[in-house]
């Protein structure tokens, strides 16, 4: 589905409405602004695409509603060059929004479906992430440390292996808490055994599993 002035009107109306509730960073709003959701859902649901809601993209994952990767991006305090491990590519819809942010994104998935469809997807927008397959509570040791680490998915506690993948200094932005309900944590590396953890408002994600999905 090509680009119109029509969905350029609506990602303008939605990031109005970002603003107005409480996403402050304007370069997060400026990158919002310059994805072009509505190539990352199925046609039936892409007249929707800017409401500011989630929608299934199969697999039983969802692509988050537009205030909840804003909210991460904002709190993840992105800059430029950043080197930063996604866990859970999902539509990828997350990890375009943070290179337009400029950042240098790793992004892992267990679901093998959404890795191959994604994989293919995202170099058609022009978005160039470095993709992998994987269990995202294992991170990417190989390719660590990172400055920043964001995690679309729910965690029933904060995994220490990608603690340990935090450059000192660095942070990680993942919602922890049960199936229900998590709590938006920011955790940051104060030193190598050392780990500030600030507790934000709550969301909804689907669970983070563990292993993969072929």
Same mark, same amino acid.
């Given at each position: 589905m090509s680009e119109s002035f029509q969905y350029k009107g609506q990602r303008r109306r939605l990031v109005e409405?970002?603003?107005?509730?409480? $996403?402050?960073? /304007?370069?997060?709003?400026?990158? $919002?602004?310059n994805v072009p959701r509505?190539?990352?859902? /199925?046609?039936?649901?892409?007249?929707?695409a800017y409401k500011d809601q989630a929608f299934p993209i199969g697999s039983g994952q969802t692509i988050s509603q537009p205030f909840t990767v804003a909210y991460q991006s904002q709190l993840l305090k992105v800059q430029r060059h950043d080197k930063i491990l996604e866990v859970g590519t999902g539509s990828g819809y997350q990890a375009a929004v943070l290179l337009e942010l400029g950042a240098q994104v790793y992004t892992i998935e267990r679901h093998k479906s959404l890795y191959n469809k994604v994989q293919q997807f995202l170099p058609e927008l022009g978005?160039?992430?470095?993709?992998f397959f994987g269990d995202g509570y294992q991170g990417l040791p190989t390719y660590g440390p990172f400055d920043k680490i964001i995690v679309t998915a729910a965690a029933p506690h904060i995994p220490e292996k990608l603690k340990e993948q935090l450059k000192v200094g660095g942070l990680m932005v993942i919602p922890v808490g049960p199936y229900e309900r998590?709590?938006?944590t920011v955790v940051k590396r104060i030193s190598e055994n050392r780990y500030d953890i600030k507790i934000h408002?709550?969301?909804v994600f689907v669970p983070m599993l563990k292993g993969t999905d072929i």
């Open positions: 409405g970002l603003r107005i509730k409480g $996403i402050t960073d /304007e370069a997060v709003l400026d990158a $919002i602004g509505h190539r990352f859902l /199925e046609s039936s649901f892409s007249k929707f978005y160039h992430p470095r993709f998590q709590k938006m408002g709550d969301f």
